[in-house]
């Protein structure tokens, strides 16, 4: 008997709040971060606030002592890690970390977190197209060096969406280039293993069924094509019975209809929500509907048969301008966004989506009562019995040299 893939085939999915194990250094609550994960770490970048705020205190930060830092009332130029095993945030805080930190995008490069476009407050008074690197070896912020003819640049901008091909090429596509003009709808790439002398940003022109511009949506990959979800204009939000495709060998957009959900039909049209992906399953959940209607769903579309399910689980809250990142074993973890008409939530939520292998569910048990298993030496972790492909989820990042963008 082969059980299906995603849990709640089986049993009803638990979102619940993941409670820290230490309140001495929080992140406060936010909109418009960044998330993603590698299955040890959970990394928060940027974000946004209104209200004036000190992110934390610093007592506890090893990684950078003697920190200053100042209140800020509005883009929170951090980065946090939060570490699973240990359920313990902590800051950290180095030269040359992006200032564009509101509305960016970042994704998971091997041992490297991207970061690209992004804005500081006011929204579209100054935005970026440059992109960034932070080693997760040692935590050390730089400069990716691009080149190119200024026109094949993306647009210095907000709200964009990228995607990493066959762990080499980078796509970027839309964003919005100022509060007064529609968002764009240009697709850019370039190729990260190139040597900077050939990394240059691509300006691609397809043919097809190309996308209005949009704002704040959500692009995956699988089988070498682009797929394209939510998002829209400032007024209005792109549905989900269709999706955009692009075709990377073909350079074509096409548009393909999607199936609803025998019960629940499509989900409604939305941005600012969270996507993630494993293979041909893309997870959605929450988000705003026009009219400023925050929602609280979860859903499955399986990109094999274009087919939508809506998870027999919701949200404790409607929430939106939130973040969400899919560790290997399956679980999804949400982190900020706004709940009710303006609070920025610091709440972690989590949620089991795809069936974990039982050395997972057994290490998950473990540290829900031993939280402080990462101050162990690997000696007396190794004589407790840990296996060694657990091991390396309770080391911290080392602060050492930069670690170059190919390595």
Sequence with gaps: MVLPEVCDVIFSPVVEEVLPSSTESLPVGRSGHCCCTDGSYLYVYGGYNPEPHTSLHLEENNLHPGLIVIPNREVLIELWIFHIASRRWTLVQRPLIPEAAASSCMVRFGRHLLVFGGSVFAYGGMMSNSLHVCSLHDMTWSVVDCGGAYTDYPPKAYGQSVTVVQNEMLYVFGGSVNLYMAPVSDLHRINLRSNRHQRNWERLNPGGEVPRGRYKHEMVEYDNRLYLFGGG???????????????????????????????????????????????????????????????????????????????????????????????????????????????????????????????????????????????????????????????????????????????
């Excluded at 096409?254 to 609803?260: D, F, I, K, Q, V």
């Excluded at 689980?313 to 966004?337: D, E, M, N, Q, W």
């Design 233 to 407: 204009q400032f007024s209005n939000a792109e549905g989900l019975d269709c999706v955009h495709v692009y075709c990377i060998d073909h350079n074509y957009w096409a548009l393909e209809e999607t199936m609803p959900d025998e019960n629940n039909g499509f989900p409604k049209s939305r941005k600012y929500f969270g996507c993630a992906q494993r293979d041909n399953i893309v997870i959605i959940c929450g988000g705003e509907h026009p009219k400023s209607e925050a929602l609280d769903d979860l859903w499955t579309l399986d990109l094999n048969q274009l087919q939508w399910r809506r998870l027999n689980c919701s949200l404790p809250k409607p929430i939106y301008f939130h973040r969400v990142a899919l560790t290997p074993s399956g679980k999804l973890y949400i982190y900020g966004g706004i709940v009710g008409d303006s609070e920025r939530t610091s709440k972690l939520l989590s949620v089991q989506i795809f069936f974990p292998k039982l050395s997972e569910l057994s290490w998950e048990r473990l540290t829900e009562h031993f939280h402080s298993l990462h101050q162990r030496t690997r000696s007396e972790l190794q004589m407790l019995g840990i296996p060694p492909s657990f091991l390396h989820r309770l080391e911290r990042p080392k602060l050492g040299s930069l670690v170059e963008l190919r390595q």
